[in-house]
């Protein structure tokens, strides 16, 4: 079973940050925080991943609370083609195990 | 550089015919993962190779499925008989190391339809 709690949709406005919670209260102390999203008939893409501190690339940033239960994924200026299930995922080992998600729809 | 590529894009079967899903992992990768999405299940990890040797089989789903890494570059999984269930989009992902430090990187998919 999936580690993480996420809400099953949200909008976001075009151009707008898109911030995606993500609870994992139970995840223990060498477990990383991983982010995927996956674009309609597409494969899963990699977009961040982080242990304790917050991250940033190219594509997005990563929030996690000092306590390790939560996180946020943050995309700086949603575009449409961000609309997609994210999936953030507390890595164990070599499985990525993959919950339902969050379908994310940005909207012009 | 290329990604992963899996062949077929789609491939579609009569129940009881044999099924072959082919994947080539980016290279340098030395870990190859096996994952199945269905509508009812999500996505399941159903097989993974580390050096070409499969590590964790515990996903599969019966001894219809089978897997081979007969080296670094290539993988297949095979399902023999098909049956109407076996539907759904397959995607192979590699990394290029095992546990929580290889990110992994997705092909495409091969979506299967068995008739």
């Known amino acids: 079973d999936a580690k993480t709690t996420q809400p099953p949709s949200m909008d976001c406005a075009e151009g707008r940050a898109a911030n995606l919670p993500c609870n994992h209260s139970?995840?223990?102390?060498?477990?990383?925080v991983y982010w995927y999203r996956q674009i309609h008939s597409q494969g899963p893409q990699y977009i961040i991943h982080?242990?304790?501190n917050n991250e940033t690339n190219e594509m997005a940033s990563l929030i996690i609370t000092e306590d390790r239960k939560s996180s946020t994924l943050i995309l700086p200026h949603a575009t449409l083609r961000d609309t997609a299930v994210y999936y953030c995922?507390?890595?164990?080992?070599?499985?990525?195990?993959f919950g339902k998600g969050t379908r994310l729809s940005v909207i012009a | 550089d290329a990604g992963v590529i899996q062949s077929p894009r789609h491939e579609v079967t009569e129940m009881g015919q044999e099924v072959t899903l082919r994947c080539k992992p980016i290279?340098?990768?030395?870990?190859l993962f096996w994952y199945r999405q269905t509508m009812m299940r999500g996505l399941e990890l159903l097989i993974y190779?580390?050096?070409?040797?499969?590590?964790?089989d515990s996903g599969m789903p019966e001894d219809r499925f089978s897997a081979k890494m007969p080296n670094a570059s290539f993988s297949t999984l095979k399902i023999q008989p098909s049956e109407p269930r076996d539907s759904a989009v397959y995607f192979c992902?590699?990394?290029?190391?095992?546990?929580?430090?290889?990110?992994?990187?997705f092909g495409p998919g091969t979506r299967l339809t068995v008739l």
């Open positions: 190779f580390n050096n070409n040797v499969p590590i964790d």
């Open positions: 982080g242990l304790k």
């Open positions: 995922i507390v890595r164990v080992g070599d499985d990525l195990v």
């Open positions: 290279s340098g990768h030395n870990s």
């Open positions: 992902a590699s990394s290029h190391t095992s546990g929580s430090y290889g990110t992994q990187y």
């Open positions: 139970t995840i223990s102390g060498n477990e990383y």
